[in-house]
């Protein structure tokens, strides 16, 4: 068990490792960023930060060497950046976490290889065998970039009448999955923290919509029966033991129209669809994380309040002053200075105490 006092360091500048950075304060840690460029949301709220490369071995070790653990705030953290802190710090939730989850097919296939539901898919290694893949569709699918992509990006809708050499040039990766199109009646996610003795908690199943492929709205907890939010969050929980996570896993699951729960996308750090907790939980996903690495105990997931996220994307965040009048709604903003479409900058939580 690490003390207060003792310092984590954070993979990756954004506003997932500024939030971490804040919540471990709280706690008396401190944070090291490493952030590929500079003034990144995360360095700006503490005054350790190291600049570089993550492929800069020297510069990495030098990091190492001032945290007593680390933890990464994206998936796409390159393996050799986690290989080349490992002899000095422990990398947590762990280098096999990562990478199973920034491969989509490795994913699927631990996913169903432990018995969980996912959509229907196949690998697709090159426009030969998606254009024969496309002649057996009875219907819609989605063809995404095994490795890397978010928001939407390295994913392209297809159906049978599609063009292969469009759309494997659209997905622009060097390795394709091609998936199954879920009629499904919502979507939800539900947030794992696991401990270093292995004791875990969960959060509620919240319900998600999208925009434009990126996340829109959370609301917590999801309008689905108690059956159907038991088995997600049963799915969530098997997945993060299997797994042996040492931090936070978020598991993103469809719910279909006959209320089955299938697995869609694993994220092993906090999570958008987690934002709510910070208003409206006794301990939020990021101070949990916090927990989860340094040994200390998991706190509670209860929630005082239901609630409502909204992201603020682009040009939206120029509305921040109008939140700020609304009484039970809370503003948290990231500290990025260009808003472009697609951005994400900020999110407002909607309080509405249980009674």
Known sequence: MLSPGATIGILGGGQLGRMTALAAARLGFRTHIFATEVDSPGSQVTPLVTIGRFDDAAALRRFAETVDVVTYETENIPLETVSAILPIRPVLPGAEVLRVTQDRLLEKDFIRGIGVGTAPYQAINNVEELHAALLGLEGRAILKSVRMGYDGKGQVAVDRLSDAGVAWRQMGGAQGILEGFVEFR???SVIVARGLDGAVAAYPAVENHHAHHILDRTIAPARVSSAVAAAAEAAALGIANALDVKGLLAVEMFVTRDDRVLVNELAPRPHNSGHWTMDA????QFEQL????TGLPLGSTDRHSDAEMRNLIGPEVETWASWL????????????KDAPVGRKMGHVTTLKPRS
Request: some cysteine; charged content about 30%; glycine content about 4%.
């Open 290 to 293: 916090v927990r989860a690495i």
């Open 186 to 188: 919502c979507e939800v």
């Open 325 to 336: 009048e609304q009484p039970r709604t809370k503003l948290h903003l990231y500290g990025k």
């Open 281 to 284: 939980c006794y301990t939020d």
